[in-house]
């Protein structure tokens, strides 16, 4: 069974950074590829960033040139580097591994940006 689990959440003030890692049982990420979400009260799961198996790495227009996705395979890890943060990015972010609908998710890890 796979577990991911998500880390590096917290409060931050606009124009700060993050880092969150999402730390995966097994060789994971060696086998499917994985992507970055985020859901904030009352919104629908947005899609943030994706690295597919290869190491190519797609993101969405909201977080173009601030965030940005790497994998470390030897440590099962993905991160998502988030720079210039505003209160808009507050959300619950969350892990997957595998896709969106038949993929693995992590428990979400709370991200607030306060102006």
């Known amino acids: 069974q796979v577990q991911l689990v998500e880390s590096g959440g917290g409060l931050v003030q606009a124009g700060g950074s993050l880092r969150l890692s999402c730390a995966a049982s097994?060789?994971?990420?060696?086998?499917?590829?994985s992507g970055w979400y985020r859901q904030a009260p009352g919104k629908q799961r947005e899609f943030l960033a994706r690295i597919s198996l290869g190491g190519t790495t797609t993101y969405a227009d909201s977080v173009k040139g601030r965030f940005t996705m790497s994998r470390d395979n030897a440590k099962n890890t993905v991160y998502l580097q988030m720079n210039a943060l505003k209160p808009e990015d507050t959300a619950v972010y969350y892990c997957n591994a595998g896709g969106v609908n038949s993929g693995y998710w992590g428990q979400g890890t709370q991200v607030t940006v306060s102006s």
């Open positions: 097994g060789s994971t990420f060696s086998i499917y590829s």
